[in-house]
């Protein structure tokens, strides 16, 4: 028996693989093809204070081994998400944990408070990293300062476990998730989308309405799993690993990269099954390897290597 | 919970290359069969299981539904990366197939009589509904139509349930022109109800015309796609209504005239 | 008729398709799939002022659409680079432009000093951007300040047109494309690879000898083309793009997000006909769509579009 | 100017499934088979060549050489993304292949006696080897070893050269043990050379014993490849000179044991 439970600080996961918020919706569009409570966690779709009708299309395009998205957080606002969504998949038996994002630290906080309150809610995922929205996003991540000052204050008005999503797009990710640290996370998600662009040959034009999308899928892999293994082994807590997982294989990749659990984001869409599969995978993988617990396969890579 | 999607490893009974760039390919795949509707769309896994590129599925309209025989047809056009690999496999070959998806067409309308106008690619989804039309007892007119007769292959499928009105831009099989030129005539009158699938140029173009005669009209409309289930929030149209933009994958692809911004 | 030549400062190129520094050797190893004075030019491999024998291997591993190299900067060193090399290509009707690096600002200029003499040099890169050695190297292209010494001291010592080779392991690739700017360069390359790093679930370890490597190939297009958005409208310098060229399609959409010439890499391994490949589909492109000049591509995605 | 190497599509022969995951391919080649030595390889593009995974091409031996007719035989086993789509090809499929490419084995040696080690994939580049040995007039003893008796599936071709010894680790066919268990016999005695290939461990073992004997010895090594002409600087083994890292594709796949450090 491989004991498949993991903590993150004091979040406790039944297994460390979950789906990436944005890519799951609300967390039942896919519950044809599985009970999504076999999941260890639910990241949702990014909820901000207001409703946001997200960027003008088109917000898709496929590239090499992955995808640009510019959703813009579309979402119907917290309010909405507590009345209509919430009820539906609180009673699930997994961690649901809200992805929460503002133009202001105000916002953060704003949204923080309204479902600190609220029954069913396991933690918060802050997005500082969201290369689609004009205002605040990104920004808020691309320099340790201002990282700091919001999870600063969003620790201030609520006790949830706050789990800190980190932008790849800086020179120096492990002083983000420093400050991130020192001001109270409970663990960081690395990583969000890669700033990138295409451009249509026939219309000359940018692809994309909003110009700028992220890259996600499994063309960002190595950039991800190298993040997780600078940031893991900077920090005292646990990382929450993810950028282009799409079978097993890279799923312990990323555990022995340093990450105490994993995050399925645009792998769902060409294979909606991948949560359950790499799921078996990595119990099959710790097995057949002798590890008795999934943890132990967090860092190995790093821990045991010498130097 | 009421399963309504699948994701099924569909077996290739044939694949037929019809000119052109146009395939006609049957699958066998009983649980998408079995809950298909007309206007509905399937997602498919083109390439090699093992490879990540191309990554995505591609949404493809199911052409025709077997329910019996448990399968469906779909009728394709190579374009790119993805439905060039689609059109390099063969009978016998499987196919990682997930659907059915979306909300199809309307069905079960009170107009007697139904006018089908397709163009281009944009025939695929409506020989399944001619077919569903006729079986309501529907009068059914489909005005089909096309760059140059190759991209009528399909067309003459249709006359098994109803009148057929063809047209090529080249003058190269039926009438010359472009549907929506030959489209009046068919709309004139009470009790019409027209579907429309094509490029956006015509679905404007039939959009006006119904809107300004006062018919009824559904289009079947396209965007690149992600997951098709209406979780990544990628697929978006615009809606008529101020600041939304409304799932082609899920709450379409086919939508009412009034509805979409086109 | 198309006019294929494109002019980067006061570099001549007679077509705008070269290939990258570190994927084509000296120009001599692929000679026997095309002549290599086809190309607008060639960048060498990354030559310092001592021969290094470069990282221990593994050095190459294969990711999804991409590939992680940590070769290391492995040459000769500038004298037996100009005594056993340049004389084989510096006859060839193409632009040679050597890639230059150091471990300190004194030994950039050294190297340029050296090849500034040399018959047969028409420019050279100052690679402020590899990822693949201890000192040096990406350290000087991670901030606007050292970027500006380092280009600002080889300016000194040679009049050959300098082009800067930016790494895109930054927060703000713009900063440091004015920084090279103001200092003198004549053009910026537009991108080196991202760093990143792949484990091996079977031994648990990093794949690569040196841990971390670059990921270059079509993966990485998407942030490339980013870039070369961004910093072709920042600088008003020329833009050589690069970044997963692997078709004329890749080439075309470079130029029309901003790059006068593309430069390119990976892709030679799997085709070594990429790059005539990649001349003829843009010339024909440029004939289909009534261009007389392939110049004219350059930026015309954010020159025409309506904001 | 010389040409040495060549990009060329070949189409496939015929591709037989050998068990346990071994193909032997043969693909008609008449540039790369003209000028195909023992010991070379040839890098192929396994994937459809619209998809940018698998990036990179896949070097493979050169199993047997046909000059007359212009093909090779490859002999390769599934292990991974390249492999497993090589596998999917059938008689009449077009790949692209370069080659021939790298230092094969020397040839025109002055020892009289040769002997033949491989183990496991191993044995793919000896089979040409002993080939032209034969052609030489050496006497050829061939040293052939695997996990189990499938992994000898193309041991019977050596025959027709000279002397076979098989090993097995389970026994399952010809002598059991290691092909160093039983390689010392052969190659005592002066006038022989030693030309190995296989895994790592093999080759270790066998530099060792043949370096104790004071036998001449050549290893085929393997290193991941990007490039495959020696542009890349990526497949680097270790030099026994200080500080230096010699290509495999290039200085290689074949060196003397006293110019590696394995
Ligand atoms: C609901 C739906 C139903 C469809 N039904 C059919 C059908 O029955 N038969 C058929 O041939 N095609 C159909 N399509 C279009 C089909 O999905 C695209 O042609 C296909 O995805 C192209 O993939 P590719 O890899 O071959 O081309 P790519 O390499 O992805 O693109 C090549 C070209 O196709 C265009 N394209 C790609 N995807 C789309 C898309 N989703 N919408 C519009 N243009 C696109 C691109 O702009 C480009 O010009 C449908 C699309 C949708 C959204
Ligand atoms: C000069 C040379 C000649 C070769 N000749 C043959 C041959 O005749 N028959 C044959 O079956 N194989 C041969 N190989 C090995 C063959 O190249 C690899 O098995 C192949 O590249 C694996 O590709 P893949 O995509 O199937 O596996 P991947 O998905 O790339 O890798 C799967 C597994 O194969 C291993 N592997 C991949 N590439 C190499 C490599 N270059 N060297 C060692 N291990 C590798 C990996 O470590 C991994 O375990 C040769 C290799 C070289 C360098
Ligand atoms: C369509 C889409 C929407 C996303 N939306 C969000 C979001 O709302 N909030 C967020 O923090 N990350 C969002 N992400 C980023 C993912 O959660 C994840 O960090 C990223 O995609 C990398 O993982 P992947 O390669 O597995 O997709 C989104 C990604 C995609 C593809
Ligand atoms: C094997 C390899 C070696 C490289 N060596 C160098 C180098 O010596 N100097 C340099 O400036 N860039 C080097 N690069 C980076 C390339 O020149 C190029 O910037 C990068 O690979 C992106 O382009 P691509 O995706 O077309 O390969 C190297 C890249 C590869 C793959
Ligand atoms: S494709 Fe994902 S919401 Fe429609
Ligand atoms: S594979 Fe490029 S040098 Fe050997």
Same mark, same amino acid.
């Given at each position: 028996?491989?004991?498949?439970?993991?903590?993150?600080?004091?979040?406790?996961?039944?297994?460390?693989?979950?789906?990436?918020?944005?890519?799951?919706?609300?967390?039942?569009?896919?519950?044809?093809?599985?009970?999504?409570?076999?999941?260890?966690?639910?990241?949702?779709?990014?909820?901000?204070?207001?409703?946001?009708?997200?960027?003008?299309?088109?917000?898709?395009?496929?590239?090499?081994?992955?995808?640009?998205?510019?959703?813009?957080?579309?979402?119907?606002?917290?309010?909405?998400?507590?009345?209509?969504?919430?009820?539906?998949?609180?009673?699930?038996?997994?961690?649901?944990?809200?992805?929460?994002?503002?133009?202001?630290?105000?916002?953060?906080?704003?949204?923080?408070?309204?479902?600190?309150?609220?029954?069913?809610?396991?933690?918060?995922?802050?997005?500082?990293?969201?290369?689609?929205?004009?205002?605040?996003?990104?920004?808020?991540?691309?320099?340790?300062?201002?990282?700091?000052?919001?999870?600063?204050?969003?620790?201030?008005?609520?006790?949830?476990?706050?789990?800190?999503?980190?932008?790849?797009?800086?020179?120096?990710?492990?002083?983000?998730?420093?400050?991130?640290?020192?001001?109270?996370?409970?663990?960081?998600?690395?990583?969000?989308?890669?700033?990138?662009?295409?451009?249509?040959?026939?219309?000359?034009?940018?692809?994309?309405?909003?110009?700028?999308?992220?890259?996600?899928?499994?063309?960002?892999?190595?950039?991800?799993?190298?993040?997780?293994?600078?940031?893991?082994?900077?920090?005292?807590?646990?990382?929450?690993?993810?950028?282009?997982?799409?079978?097993?294989?890279?799923?312990?990749?990323?555990?022995?990269?340093?990450?105490?659990?994993?995050?399925?984001?645009?792998?769902?869409?060409?294979?909606?099954?991948?949560?359950?599969?790499?799921?078996?995978?990595?119990?099959?993988?710790?097995?057949?390897?002798?590890?008795?617990?999934?943890?132990?396969?967090?860092?190995?890579?790093?821990?045991?290597?010498?130097? | 919970?009421?399963?309504?999607?699948?994701?099924?490893?569909?077996?290739?009974?044939?694949?037929?290359?019809?000119?052109?760039?146009?395939?006609?390919?049957?699958?066998?795949?009983?649980?998408?069969?079995?809950?298909?509707?007309?206007?509905?769309?399937?997602?498919?896994?083109?390439?090699?299981?093992?490879?990540?590129?191309?990554?995505?599925?591609?949404?493809?309209?199911?052409?025709?539904?077997?329910?019996?025989?448990?399968?469906?047809?779909?009728?394709?056009?190579?374009?790119?990366?993805?439905?060039?690999?689609?059109?390099?496999?063969?009978?016998?070959?499987?196919?990682?197939?997930? /659907?059915?998806? =979306?909300?199809?067409?309307?069905?079960?309308?009170? !107009?007697?009589? #139904?006018?089908? $106008? %397709?163009?281009?690619? @944009?025939?695929?989804?409506?020989?399944?509904?001619?077919?569903?039309?006729?079986?309501?007892?529907?009068?059914?007119?489909?005005?089909?139509?096309?760059?140059?007769?190759?991209?009528?292959?399909?067309?003459?499928?249709?006359?098994?349930?109803?009148?057929?009105?063809?047209?090529?831009?080249?003058?190269?099989?039926?009438?010359?022109?472009?549907?929506?030129?030959?489209?009046?005539?068919?709309?004139?009158?009470?009790?019409?109800?027209?579907?429309?699938?094509?490029?956006?140029?015509?679905?404007?173009?039939?959009?006006?015309?119904? /809107?300004?005669? =006062?018919?009824?009209?559904?289009?079947?409309?396209? !965007?690149?796609? #992600?997951?098709? $289930? %209406?979780?990544?929030? @990628?697929?978006?149209?615009?809606?008529?209504?101020?600041?939304?933009?409304?799932?082609?994958?899920?709450?379409?692809?086919?939508?009412?005239?009034?509805?979409?911004?086109?």
């Amino acid at each position: 028996m491989v004991n498949m439970a993991v903590n993150l600080g004091s979040l406790y996961l039944k297994n460390p693989v979950t789906v990436a918020s944005g890519t799951y919706g609300f967390g039942l569009e896919y519950k044809d093809f599985y009970a999504p409570d076999k999941l260890g966690a639910i990241f949702t779709k990014g909820i901000t204070l207001h409703k946001r009708i997200g960027n003008p299309p088109p917000r898709l395009w496929e590239t090499p081994s992955g995808i640009l998205n510019s959703i813009g957080l579309e979402n119907p606002g917290v309010d909405v998400f507590i009345r209509d969504y919430l009820p539906q998949i609180k009673d699930l038996d997994t961690a649901i944990i809200p992805n929460i994002s503002g133009s202001t630290v105000e916002e953060y906080c704003r949204v923080a408070e309204k479902l600190d309150g609220e029954e069913g809610i396991a933690a918060l995922e802050i997005n500082i990293s969201c290369p689609n929205v004009k205002e605040g996003g990104m920004a808020f991540g691309s320099c340790p300062n201002t990282a700091s000052k919001v999870v600063k204050e969003v620790r201030r008005v609520t006790g949830l476990p706050l789990i800190v999503k980190l932008s790849p797009n800086v020179t120096d990710i492990v002083s983000v998730a420093k400050a991130a640290e020192e001001e109270g996370a409970d663990a960081l998600s690395v990583i969000n989308t890669l700033l990138g662009l295409a451009i249509d040959i026939r219309t000359q034009r940018p692809v994309l309405g909003n110009i700028m999308g992220g890259l996600s899928g499994p063309a960002v892999k190595p950039v991800a799993v190298r993040m997780v293994w600078q940031v893991s082994q900077a920090v005292k807590i646990p990382v929450v690993g993810m950028g282009g997982i799409a079978g097993w294989q890279d799923a312990v990749e990323f555990m022995l990269a340093g990450a105490a659990a994993v995050c399925i984001g645009t792998a769902n869409f060409p294979n909606p099954m991948v949560a359950l599969e790499v799921l078996e995978g990595i119990e099959k993988y710790c097995k057949i390897n002798d590890i008795d617990d999934v943890g132990k396969l967090t860092g190995k890579a790093w821990k045991e290597m010498d130097r | 919970m009421y399963k309504k999607m699948y994701i099924e490893e569909g077996k290739i009974s044939y694949q037929y290359y019809l000119g052109n760039g146009q395939f006609l390919m049957e699958v066998f795949s009983p649980q998408v069969a079995g809950r298909a509707l007309p206007g509905q769309f399937v997602h498919i896994a083109c390439g090699p299981a093992l490879s990540t590129d191309p990554l995505l599925r591609r949404p493809i309209s199911i052409h025709r539904i077997n329910k019996e025989q448990g399968s469906i047809e779909i009728y394709y056009l190579v374009v790119g990366k993805g439905t060039e690999l689609l059109g390099m496999k063969s009978a016998g070959d499987n196919i990682s197939i997930m /659907g059915p998806l =979306g909300r199809g067409f309307a069905l079960e309308q009170k !107009a007697k009589k #139904a006018v089908l $106008v %397709g163009g281009g690619m @944009g025939i695929a989804p409506l020989l399944a509904l001619a077919q569903e039309l006729a079986k309501e007892g529907k009068e059914v007119v489909s005005v089909l139509g096309a760059a140059s007769g190759a991209g009528l292959a399909r067309a003459g499928a249709f006359l098994a349930y109803g009148k057929l009105i063809e047209a090529t831009e080249d003058g190269s099989r039926g009438l010359k022109g472009r549907v929506t030129d030959h489209l009046e005539a068919s709309i004139l009158g009470n009790d019409t109800l027209v579907y429309a699938c094509g490029p956006l140029a015509m679905l404007r173009a039939v959009a006006e015309m119904t /809107g300004k005669m =006062g018919v009824p009209c559904q289009v079947s409309l396209e !965007a690149r796609m #992600a997951c098709g $289930v %209406g979780a990544c929030l @990628g697929c978006t149209c615009v809606s008529t209504a101020e600041g939304a933009y409304p799932k082609v994958c899920k709450d379409g692809p086919v939508f009412w005239t009034s509805e979409v911004s086109l």
